[in-house]
Protein backbone atom coordinates (compact mmCIF):
# COMPACT_ATOMS: atom_id res chain seq x y z
CA UNK A 1 0.00 0.00 0.00
CA UNK A 2 1.46 2.91 -0.58
CA UNK A 3 0.21 7.26 -1.00
CA UNK A 4 1.42 9.24 -4.08
CA UNK A 5 2.13 11.64 -1.57
CA UNK A 6 1.33 13.05 2.16
CA UNK A 7 -0.64 16.02 1.62
CA UNK A 8 -3.74 16.90 0.44
CA UNK A 9 -4.14 16.73 -3.85
CA UNK A 10 -5.30 19.86 -6.07
CA UNK A 11 -8.32 19.04 -8.01
CA UNK A 12 -7.47 16.61 -10.62
CA UNK A 13 -6.90 18.43 -14.41
CA UNK A 14 -9.85 18.85 -16.09
CA UNK A 15 -8.46 16.96 -19.53
CA UNK A 16 -8.02 13.89 -17.16
CA UNK A 17 -10.74 11.93 -17.28
CA UNK A 18 -11.77 10.13 -14.06
CA UNK A 19 -14.27 7.28 -13.19
CA UNK A 20 -15.74 6.52 -9.84
CA UNK A 21 -13.69 3.54 -7.81
CA UNK A 22 -16.19 3.20 -5.33
CA UNK A 23 -18.97 5.29 -3.84
CA UNK A 24 -19.58 5.69 -0.53
CA UNK A 25 -22.65 7.25 2.49
CA UNK A 26 -22.78 10.66 2.84
CA UNK A 27 -20.78 12.02 0.02
CA UNK A 28 -18.06 10.02 -0.16
CA UNK A 29 -16.05 8.70 -2.91
CA UNK A 30 -12.69 7.15 -4.05
CA UNK A 31 -12.04 8.48 -7.94
CA UNK A 32 -9.83 6.74 -10.47
CA UNK A 33 -8.14 8.83 -12.67
CA UNK A 34 -4.98 8.17 -14.93
CA UNK A 35 -1.75 10.45 -14.35
CA UNK A 36 0.04 12.26 -17.28
CA UNK A 37 2.78 9.37 -17.40
CA UNK A 38 0.19 6.59 -17.90
CA UNK A 39 -0.19 4.95 -13.77
CA UNK A 40 -3.38 5.09 -11.93
CA UNK A 41 -3.83 6.81 -9.44
CA UNK A 42 -7.19 6.79 -6.42
CA UNK A 43 -8.16 10.24 -5.10
CA UNK A 44 -10.24 10.02 -1.57
CA UNK A 45 -13.20 12.83 -1.45
CA UNK A 46 -15.39 13.76 0.83
CA UNK A 47 -16.99 16.68 2.38
CA UNK A 48 -14.69 19.03 4.02
CA UNK A 49 -12.26 17.35 3.23
CA UNK A 50 -8.82 18.48 0.71
CA UNK A 51 -8.90 15.19 -1.48
CA UNK A 52 -5.82 12.94 -1.17
CA UNK A 53 -4.45 10.48 -3.89
CA UNK A 54 -2.91 6.90 -3.96
CA UNK A 55 -1.41 4.93 -5.65
CA UNK A 56 -3.26 2.12 -5.11
CA UNK A 57 -7.60 0.99 -4.10
CA UNK A 58 -6.85 -0.77 -1.29
CA UNK A 59 -5.03 2.54 0.62
CA UNK A 60 -7.39 4.48 -0.65
CA UNK A 61 -10.30 2.63 0.77
CA UNK A 62 -8.34 2.22 4.17
CA UNK A 63 -8.39 5.87 4.30
CA UNK A 64 -11.98 5.73 3.83
CA UNK A 65 -12.76 3.17 6.29
CA UNK A 66 -10.51 5.69 8.67
CA UNK A 67 -12.95 8.50 7.62
CA UNK A 68 -16.00 7.21 8.81
CA UNK A 69 -14.24 5.49 11.74
CA UNK A 70 -13.76 8.73 13.28
CA UNK A 71 -16.62 10.76 11.65
CA UNK A 72 -14.37 12.69 9.30
CA UNK A 73 -11.06 14.51 9.64
CA UNK A 74 -8.99 16.61 6.87
CA UNK A 75 -5.19 16.77 7.09
CA UNK A 76 -5.31 20.46 5.56
CA UNK A 77 -2.45 22.18 8.35
CA UNK A 78 -1.25 18.91 9.76
CA UNK A 79 2.27 19.32 8.17
CA UNK A 80 4.48 17.01 7.10
CA UNK A 81 3.99 14.25 9.26
CA UNK A 82 1.60 15.40 11.38
CA UNK A 83 -1.93 13.09 12.31
CA UNK A 84 -5.48 14.78 12.50
CA UNK A 85 -6.25 15.31 16.06
CA UNK A 86 -9.36 13.54 15.14
CA UNK A 87 -6.95 10.55 15.01
CA UNK A 88 -5.06 10.47 17.54
CA UNK A 89 -7.98 10.78 19.94
CA UNK A 90 -9.56 7.36 17.96
CA UNK A 91 -6.99 5.18 19.68
CA UNK A 92 -4.76 3.01 18.64
CA UNK A 93 -6.36 0.74 16.12
CA UNK A 94 -7.43 4.03 14.29
CA UNK A 95 -4.06 5.21 14.30
CA UNK A 96 -2.52 2.25 13.23
CA UNK A 97 -4.52 2.08 10.35
CA UNK A 98 -4.39 5.62 9.58
CA UNK A 99 0.01 5.09 9.37
CA UNK A 100 -0.67 2.55 7.05
CA UNK A 101 -2.47 4.91 4.37
CA UNK A 102 0.97 7.17 4.93
CA UNK A 103 3.95 7.09 2.30
CA UNK A 104 6.63 6.34 4.98
CA UNK A 105 4.86 3.45 7.06
CA UNK A 106 4.48 -0.28 6.31
CA UNK A 107 3.53 -3.07 8.58
CA UNK A 108 6.64 -4.05 9.57
CA UNK A 109 7.31 -0.62 10.08
CA UNK A 110 4.09 -0.05 12.35
CA UNK A 111 4.51 -3.55 14.12
CA UNK A 112 8.30 -1.99 14.83
CA UNK A 113 6.90 1.75 16.54
CA UNK A 114 4.58 -0.14 18.49
CA UNK A 115 6.39 -3.29 19.55
CA UNK A 116 4.03 -5.91 18.52
CA UNK A 117 4.12 -8.43 15.43
CA UNK A 118 2.45 -8.03 11.79
CA UNK A 119 -0.09 -10.09 12.62
CA UNK A 120 -1.63 -7.38 15.96
CA UNK A 121 -1.33 -4.74 13.06
CA UNK A 122 -3.64 -6.37 10.91
CA UNK A 123 -6.59 -7.36 13.67
CA UNK A 124 -6.21 -3.49 14.63
CA UNK A 125 -6.96 -2.45 10.69
CA UNK A 126 -10.27 -5.23 10.67
CA UNK A 127 -11.58 -3.67 13.63
CA UNK A 128 -11.07 -0.40 11.93
CA UNK A 129 -12.64 -1.56 8.66
CA UNK A 130 -15.77 -3.77 10.47
CA UNK A 131 -16.68 -0.38 12.32
CA UNK A 132 -16.70 1.79 9.28
CA UNK A 133 -19.16 -0.75 7.60
CA UNK A 134 -21.22 -0.75 10.52
CA UNK A 135 -21.26 3.03 10.57
CA UNK A 136 -21.67 2.73 6.85
CA UNK A 137 -24.79 0.10 7.28
CA UNK A 138 -26.31 2.54 10.06
CA UNK A 139 -26.28 5.60 7.78
CA UNK A 140 -28.42 3.63 4.81
CA UNK A 141 -30.49 1.79 7.56
CA UNK A 142 -31.49 5.07 8.45
CA UNK A 143 -32.24 6.71 5.47
CA UNK A 144 -29.29 9.75 6.38
CA UNK A 145 -27.64 9.66 3.45
Known sequence: MSRSDNRPTEEPPIDQPTRTHREYVLDVRIVE??????????????????????????????????????????????GDRGIPPAIVQAGRDTLVAY?????????????????????????YVNRVRKRAERIRGGVEERGLD
Open 33 to 78: RATEDGETVYRFEGPHHAGIEFDDSGTAELYADVFFDVNGFDEDGV
Open 99 to 123: FLTQSYADRNWIASYYGLKPEKVSR
